[in-house]
T-cell receptor, first 117, second 115 residues
């Protein structure tokens, strides 16, 4: 069965600090997808990134970067020079290719990030 | 309107009421989902509609009844709910699951309170 663990329940940083959100996953599939979503106080889940299991290249998008390591089953997310607007709950999620036509997302429990001014 | 919209954004209902949540997607997708997000719990998938197929989480009580009249609209009919059903209900849409472009995009949610 697939599982996603976000061990950090809450993180607080001061503006301009860098912060890394951890995500560890479990799957028996060799082909799968990993995602990060952001949920601001308004409630909507905002899609940030999708990676497939064959692409271990790290990705950078502005102040955001992602480190995918299959050897440790981790897909960590770093925000550089954090801003108050980054305050939100961040979810990591996993989707297995073998789960069939109604492929499901398994979410972690989320990390509440608070960036203080 | 763009993306995924949900109405109402907030709903308060008694345990004997019947109400419906509505979701509409403007992304040209052909799969739609209902999720439940309770405090202190991971997001829980309730139902998936993909083309003609409906998949449901067997743990969802029968007091929740989905309806998907077409690929752009999704409803969740609620009746005789319990206080523990109070949660944020999120709708999402994607291309057909199982494809390389089936990233799910979410609506803003309906905050439901059952008294």
């Amino acid at each position: 069965a697939q599982k996603v663990t976000q061990a950090q329940t809450e993180i607080s940083v001061v503006e301009k600090e860098d912060v890394t959100l951890d995500c560890v996953y479990e799957t028996r599939d060799t082909t799968y997808y990993l995602f990060w979503y952001k949920q601001p106080p308004s409630g909507e889940l905002v899609f940030l990134i999708r990676r497939n299991s064959f692409d271990e290249q790290n990705e950078i998008s502005g102040r955001y970067s992602w480190n995918f390591q299959k050897s440790t089953s981790s897909f960590n997310f770093t925000i550089t020079a954090s801003q108050v607007v980054d305050s939100a709950v961040y979810f990591c999620a996993l989707s297995e290719v073998s789960s069939g036509s109604a492929r499901q997302l398994t979410f972690g429990s989320g990390t509440q990030l608070t960036v203080l001014p | 309107e763009t993306g995924v919209t949900q109405t109402p954004r907030h709903l308060v209902m008694g345990m004997t009421n019947k109400k419906s949540l509505k979701c509409e997607q403007h992304l040209g997708h052909n799969a739609m989902y209902w999720y439940k997000q309770s405090a202190k719990k991971p997001l829980e998938l309730m139902f998936v509609y993909s083309l003609e197929e409906r998949v449901e989480n067997n743990s969802v009580p029968s007091r929740f009844s989905p309806e998907c009249p077409n690929s752009s609209h999704l409803f969740l009919h609620l009746h005789t709910l319990q206080p523990e059903d109070s949660a944020l209900y999120l709708c999402a849409s994607s291309q057909v699951p199982g494809t390389s472009t089936d990233t799910q995009y979410f609506g803003p949610g309906t905050r439901l309170t059952v008294l």
